[in-house]
């Protein structure tokens, strides 16, 4: 009965995802194809969440065989990708972790789809991504050159090397770049999942408060060896650069992340407005590089020094 049940459902939800897959592909609308890109993963997540991690992989096996059929060979990386992410949030809900160790296994899953993303369309279809970045680096100054001239000033030149010489350490970002995009379309798609499943089963899934997230100590330990290498090797180029470089980008996010994690709690502890944690994302938004800067550094003080249990005291 259970090797039925399991069966029957994961042919209805490879049905659903195949259709989601035809409908991405071939009614490429901005954003119905931005919505489904999140949604993709959510049978995998389903299908994992119910029977575990390995009849997750076969689910996944399976779609991938059928989505080459139906649809073209290029639905093979969005599947992978998709099935990937989608199994690991759903074996690990399966496993029953908590959010944030869900949100980190299903990270790591996308990532691991991303990288085989990369890797595969290299390798199949001949596209060089080092390339399309540096075409589209030229491309973009190129255009940022002729607005410049058309507009007229004396430090044109000036400027344009300033935006190259930016633009063109984005290839050193690429190992970065890809592990945030993982971090997020696994936020945004276990946010999907958990709704859904809550609609449909009531199974009572949900993120802890924000307030409540807490980093152990080691991301500070990365990020200053991160900084200090990547100052200390100016050259700009080899593995150990690019390497430090990345896990800065990526340590230095989370730092920002527990930033608004203690804003949060801050607010709640002395009764302000939900208003004022609002406002300080707005303005980090709207002012990243003066605000991001000061939440990063507050992120930092709250993991290396006991703050929220001093502030929880005095309450």
Known sequence: MKNTKQITEG?????????????????????????LMFALPIPFIIYSYHFGFKPGLVMLVGATVLASVVATV?????????????????????????????????????????????????????????????????????????????????????TVQMIREQMESLPDYLPGILAVTGIV????????????????????????????????????????????LSL????????????AVN???????LLIFQGFSFIFFYSREKQWPKAVPIMAIILSVLLPQLFLYLVRILGIIDIGFPLRDKVEKKK
């Open 74 to 158: 290029f639905s093979f990386p969005v599947t992978l990708l998709s099935g990937l992410g989608g199994v690991s949030l759903g074996g690990a809900m399966y496993n029953k972790r908590n959010a944030y160790e869900t949100w980190i296994s299903g990270s790591l899953g996308f990532i691991g789809g991303l990288v085989a993303v990369y890797v595969l369309t290299q390798l199949l279809f001949g596209l060089n991504w080092m390339e399309e970045i540096q075409r589209a680096i030229d491309q973009s100054i190129s255009m940022t050159q002729d607005v410049l001239t058309s507009i007229g000033g004396e430090e044109t030149e000036a």
């Open 11 to 35: 042919a209805l939800l490879t049905g659903i995802y195949l259709v989601m897959l035809l409908i991405l592909l071939f009614l490429p609308i901005p954003i119905i194809g931005t919505f």
């Open 232 to 243: 200390i090797i100016m050259d700009g180029e080899g593995i150990w650069y690019m390497a």
């Open 185 to 228: 379309m696994a936020l945004i798609s276990q946010w999907l999942s958990y709704k859904l499943l809550n609609r449909l089963e009531k199974a009572g899934l949900f993120f802890p408060p924000v307030r409540e997230m807490r980093l152990p100590v080691s991301i500070l330990w990365y990020y200053f060896i991160a900084m200090i």
């Open 247 to 253: 896990v800065s980008l990526l340590t230095g996010m």
